[in-house]
């Protein structure tokens, strides 16, 4: 594996949490070879830093079983001492429907990571009444802020794509809403999924957060409309302003 830019700019930098073949490596002999960028100029003096962790909860690579892996052995940060997600975080692996992360009780978001390079989140839902849902992407805990680049896509029960959007949110982040996308409107009762990538695939994101809201519309009537903590049976009340 090579890289160009990934360190400090204009630097460079491999790291597992980027490059998944440069996790769990086995034992041998590596090599590093240095280059100046289009070998066209000199570099009077570079430093070369090599950190090797061994494999285990704090490593910064999501072992097979963890649920997150936030580079440290702390609890209250979303990641438990033993790696175990904490409410409102994703839970690792949620990379396919049939692993998405749930809500969690009593709460309307969730907060999660795009890593390593290439990662896609998945999370499910449910609508307990017809209703218009509405998907915003943001900085985590500041709703009006986004300092990355967001593609989420809404999709039924049976994984069925309803509809995608990439820059509708603040910043470069993703918005779905009734208003821009006419066919999320009075959406029947069920499971629904967001899945969140990178733009492109291009970059990992340290932290991101989510959050689906729905508003009922039935009969001509509008409304808070229940959205569930899935798959527990008891109803949160979200209303849209």
């Given at each position: 594996m090579n890289n160009d830019d990934g360190g400090t700019a204009p630097c460079s930098r491999i790291h597992p949490g980027q490059y998944p073949a440069a996790a769990n490596l086995p034992v041998g002999t590596y090599y590093v070879r240095v280059?100046?960028?289009g070998n066209n100029a000199t570099q009077a003096q570079y430093v070369l830093s090599i950190k090797v962790n061994p494999p285990g909860c704090g490593d910064e690579i999501l072992q097979p079983t963890e649920q997150c892996e936030d580079g440290n052995t702390t609890s209250g940060d979303g990641c438990s001492q033993t790696c175990a997600s904490e409410s409102p975080f994703e839970i690792e692996p949620n990379g396919a429907l049939p692993t998405a992360?749930?809500?969690?009780?009593?709460?309307?978001?969730?907060?999660?990571?795009?890593?390593?390079?290439?990662?896609?989140?998945?999370?499910?839902?449910?609508?307990g009444a017809v209703g218009s849902p509405t998907l915003v992407t943001h900085d985590r805990d500041?709703?009006?802020?986004?300092?990355?680049?967001?593609?989420?896509?809404?999709?039924?029960?049976?994984?069925?794509?309803?509809?995608?959007?990439d820059d509708s949110g603040p910043g470069s982040c993703s918005a779905i809403n009734p208003v821009l996308f006419p066919q999320v409107q009075s959406l029947p009762a069920g499971q629904y999924?967001?899945?969140?990538?990178?733009?492109?695939?291009?970059?990992?994101?340290?932290?991101?957060?989510?959050?689906p809201r729905s508003?009922?519309?039935?009969?001509?009537?509008?409304?808070?409309?229940?959205?569930?903590a899935a798959p527990r049976?008891?109803?949160?009340?979200l209303t849209v302003a």
């Amino acid at each position: 594996m090579n890289n160009d830019d990934g360190g400090t700019a204009p630097c460079s930098r491999i790291h597992p949490g980027q490059y998944p073949a440069a996790a769990n490596l086995p034992v041998g002999t590596y090599y590093v070879r240095v280059e100046r960028v289009g070998n066209n100029a000199t570099q009077a003096q570079y430093v070369l830093s090599i950190k090797v962790n061994p494999p285990g909860c704090g490593d910064e690579i999501l072992q097979p079983t963890e649920q997150c892996e936030d580079g440290n052995t702390t609890s209250g940060d979303g990641c438990s001492q033993t790696c175990a997600s904490e409410s409102p975080f994703e839970i690792e692996p949620n990379g396919a429907l049939p692993t998405a992360s749930p809500l969690w009780p009593s709460t309307m978001t969730w907060k999660g990571a795009i890593t390593p390079l290439g990662d896609h989140d998945y999370f499910r839902f449910t609508l307990g009444a017809v209703g218009s849902p509405t998907l915003v992407t943001h900085d985590r805990d500041s709703p009006m802020t986004c300092a990355f680049d967001t593609v989420i896509h809404l999709l039924d029960g049976n994984g069925v794509q309803i509809a995608q959007d990439d820059d509708s949110g603040p910043g470069s982040c993703s918005a779905i809403n009734p208003v821009l996308f006419p066919q999320v409107q009075s959406l029947p009762a069920g499971q629904y999924f967001l899945w969140v990538q990178r733009f492109d695939d291009s970059q990992t994101i340290a932290g991101y957060q989510p959050a689906p809201r729905s508003r009922r519309s039935v009969s001509g009537r509008s409304g808070a409309a229940p959205i569930c903590a899935a798959p527990r049976s008891r109803k949160r009340w979200l209303t849209v302003a």
